[in-house]
């Protein structure tokens, strides 16, 4: 039953504020400990450490909006990075075609995890853990476990440069978050997204076609993937096999601090970029606070589990005899 | 007067239920056609098959005199059909406005006109007389407020048919007189409408045509004013043959359980009644009429706020479901595909998943020759239709599920026995079997607490009934109160609030 008073935590995290206050909240207890954290340079070098996990959580959100789940992405990111450098060295694309083919093959690979999930009816979880298996192998027997590197400098450019104090690879982010904002919040399939995630059987009888909204998650989230691949085969100027290993775990925990919830139908874009920046502020502050990264890895997974906890309490998961169904 | 709609000897069957045997219904341009019968009697499914959400297996239905075949709601949408579901159905965290142009919103360009949703919504919305910020999330209205938006969607796709299920089951008096204008404004449009309502008095003051509907059967139609309310009670309720019933009663025993002035804030007010040994105790009452509440406060799945229940003279406070089953209670409950049973499990495993707790172990392993004999003889003694006790659960028919739920319950010897709706969804057949198994359960000295919206059922089956409206205990008809017909109207009178009244 729902209460017509909601608590002031509620409210903030209905309105998405909740995760920005947490991003001050990380970034104040920080400086404080190091006045380094806030010095332009790190902030732009922030930016651009977390571009590649926010434009991997942007899609993300859809995905986690439907309800589903995508644990495929770093996998894919490293396919796709794979591809695009090998069809740009050894075929001799174009540098922008190479990057086409690299974000085409993140795409593909939503649509094949999509498809097992809306006609295959396998859940998320199992189609896109398949997913993350096969795309790492596809990526070791294409490049035989060696990196690609010796591109043409041009392909590298989005993972480096910077456009002032900005790099690249934020504004990329930023962009995609604004652009994900709008088609969420302005568009027909935003608004059928959110419904589908919240009630599908209200959906459904709306008129709503969930294979194809199912789809269109996979797919979003396969092609920025694919994207982030690029990124990264800038940022390292080679292409590397077993990059993005366990980069799925930093994602879903943006997205999750960023108030989405793992049952769907709750979050957003804003939400999500707040919490990819506390992620990486938290990786950032750790290491210049030079804690080992074995703290910091443990360190993360209990920040995510920490999102989890509150989120299910905001749902009332904890409260004690609930009606049926409730 | 056109004829909008019509259906034709139209059959739905379900894995062990024949819930549709040849329906046919019609109803005219501006005409309101009730639809009344009791839970299960095949309402909400003949308004599925309207809706497009499930597909007949017999029979046709026309549009306005042409055939319609649908492959989903979306289909049924496009042809006018309007569905208000009894559920509420809102995406909670949508917005009002969302909600109810949901999968038509208004466009400008690739975008959504947020200014016309809004405002189309807020005009649909004060056509009621309330006030409600379209703006809001659907979640944070309440169930009364929530109910109207699901009538505002419905009335938004210009629908020329429109079925309300138990549209004013949350409305406050004041909404339901505004909903009331709503659908006559509907009619002088021309708008059919199909009213599915418990609420008699509602029926008759709104309805042109009344249909009833018993046990998947059309049991007669007429036009309202040729209808009393008596004549519409009795037709629900039936004759049926007493072969169904196999009971032979007996003086009732010992006090087993004895409840007093129980009480869960906003769910059961104030229930007090005993149960004894060799008694059957049936429980009627509409859906959310705190039937179930009560069951799941007495094996401790729910906390309550006052009162006391004592078993067999003793005082006690469950607190879970083996706090009861430790004091001999136990529940079988209602649904038995996501409650009753584990289904990809044999029968085996099911029959001894209680009684496990209680022993038949050798060491610290399961005995398995004694888990199969256990489950051997209980497939014996109920009559359940199975190859071996490795079957799974999965693969019997409704009825045979419902007994192996029982055998479950039964390996622990509990002494009082709560079933919720055990004959819900099986075929005639089984369910005889089933009230066979009850009687020698009550003969044997078992007491027995039956909820049931089966009405001919817990009068052929109860020493005594209690009736159940608003988490009230509202009355107790003890057995042989009056001839069976009239008791039963009486019965249905007290759990719908009152035909006199009206």
């Not at chain 1, 769907?264 to 030079?290: E, K, Q, S």
């Not at chain 2, 466009?107 to 309330?130: C, N, Q, Y």
């Not at chain 2, 599915?196 to 509602?202: G, N, R």
């Amino acid at each position: 039953m729902p209460e017509k008073t909601q608590s002031f935590l509620a409210t903030l995290r209905d309105k998405g504020w909740g995760s920005v206050l947490l991003l001050f909240a990380v970034v104040g207890l920080l400086a404080a400990f190091h006045p380094g954290v806030l010095d332009r340079q790190n902030m732009a070098n922030v930016l651009a450490q977390s571009a590649i996990v926010g434009v991997c959580a942007v899609g993300m959100t859809f995905v986690l909006l439907s309800g589903g789940i995508d644990l495929s992405v770093g996998s894919v990111l490293a396919l796709a990075g794979a591809v695009g450098a090998w069809t740009c060295k050894e075929l001799g694309l174009p540098v922008p075609l190479a990057w086409a083919v690299a974000v085409l093959t993140g795409t593909l690979c939503g649509l094949a995890s999509g498809s097992l999930v809306a006609f295959g009816r396998v859940p998320p979880f199992m189609a896109t853990l398949a997913m993350l298996a096969a795309a790492r192998g596809g990526t070791l027997l294409l490049t035989q476990g060696y990196p690609v590197s010796g591109l043409p400098p041009a392909f590298y450019t989005p993972g480096w440069a910077s456009v002032g104090p900005f790099p690249v690879s934020g504004l990329v982010f930023f962009g995609l978050a604004l652009a994900a904002w709008v088609l969420l919040q302005r568009t027909p399939f935003g608004t059928h997204l959110r419904a589908f995630g919240d009630n599908p059987e209200t959906a459904r009888l709306a008129g709503l076609s969930a294979p194809r909204l199912t789809l269109s998650v996979y797919a979003i989230s396969g092609s920025l993937a694919g994207l982030a691949g690029v990124l990264m085969v800038g940022r390292l100027w080679s292409a590397q096999p077993n990059v993005g290993m366990g980069l799925e775990l930093d994602v879903i925990a943006a997205v999750v601090l960023g108030g989405a919830s793992l049952f769907g139908g709750v979050g957003g874009v804003g939400g999500t970029v707040a919490g990819v920046l506390i992620m990486g502020f938290l990786d950032n502050g750790l290491r210049l606070l030079a804690i080992s990264s074995y703290v910091q890895q443990s360190v993360k997974g209990l920040v995510f589990i920490g999102a989890v906890l509150l989120d299910l309490a905001f749902k009332g998961y904890y409260r004690k005899g609930r009606g049926r169904d409730a | 007067m056109t004829l909008l709609l019509e259906m034709k000897n139209v059959h739905k069957r379900y894995p062990g239920v024949h819930a549709l045997k040849g329906i046919s219904y019609s109803l005219r341009a501006g005409e309101l056609h009730a639809l009344v019968g009791e839970n299960g009697a095949g309402k909400s499914t003949l308004v599925k098959v309207l809706g497009g959400v499930v597909a007949p297996d017999e029979g046709e239905i026309l549009i306005r005199g042409e055939s319609a075949r649908w492959s989903g709601p979306g289909d049924a949408i496009r042809a006018g059909v309007g569905i208000i579901h009894q559920e509420l159905s809102l995406a909670p965290h949508l917005t009002v406005a969302e909600n109810i142009y949901l999968g038509r919103e208004p466009k400008r360009g690739p975008f959504i006109d947020g200014r016309k949703l809004a405002d189309d919504a807020t005009r649909l919305v004060e056509g009621f007389g309330v006030g409600i910020d379209v703006k809001r999330r659907a979640g944070t209205l309440s169930p009364g407020e929530q109910q109207l938006v699901e009538i505002a969607k419905a009335i938004s796709q210009n629908v020329s048919i429109l079925a309300m299920d138990e549209p004013t089951s949350s409305l406050s008096a004041r909404e339901t007189e505004q909903l009331f204008r709503v659908i006559a404004g509907l009619r002088a449009s021309g708008t059919g409408i199909i009213y599915i309502s418990h609420h008699l008095e509602e029926v008759f003051l709104l309805a042109d045509r009344i249909s009833v509907l018993r046990d998947g059967e059309m049991a007669g139609s007429a036009d309202a004013k040729e209808l009393t309310p008596e004549r519409v009670v009795s037709l629900m309720v039936g004759r049926q043959i007493e072969a169904l019933y196999p009971r032979t009663f007996r003086d009732p025993g010992a006090v087993l359980l004895d409840v007093r002035g129980l009480s869960r804030r906003g769910v059961l007010e104030g229930v007090s009644f005993t149960l004894r040994s060799d008694e059957i105790l049936g429980v009627a009452g509409l859906v959310g009429s705190g039937r179930t509440e009560l069951a799941r406060c007495l094996v401790g799945l729910d906390p309550f706020d006052e009162g006391e229940i004592s078993v067999e003279g003793t005082p006690f406070t469950p607190r879970s479901p083996g706090d009861a089953l430790d004091r001999g209670i136990v529940l079988v409950p209602e649904d038995r595909k996501r409650q009753g049973l584990f289904l990809n499990r044999t029968i085996r495993d099911n029959t001894i998943a209680m009684r496990l707790l209680q022993g038949l172990r050798k060491g610290p392993f399961v005995d398995r020759p004694a888990s199969e004999s256990l489950a051997g003889s209980f497939v014996q003694r109920l009559g359940v239709r199975c190859r071996s006790v490795f079957d799974s659960v999965f693969s019997l028919s409704g009825g045979n599920q419902q007994k192996v739920a029982i055998a479950k319950g039964l390996a622990v010897s509990p002494k009082i026995l709560i079933l919720d709706e055990p004959t819900r969804g099986v075929d005639v057949g089984a369910k005889a079997e089933i009230h066979q198994i009850m009687n020698d359960l009550a003969a044997q000295g078992m007491g027995i607490l039956m909820i049931s919206s089966d009405l001919p059922e817990v009068l052929g089956m109860s020493d005594a009934v209690l009736v159940f409206r608003d988490g009230r205990c509202v009355a107790r008809f003890p057995r042989g109160e009056g001839a069976q017909g009239t008791l039963g109207e009486r019965v249905m009178t007290a759990a719908t609030g009152g035909i006199a009244n009206a």
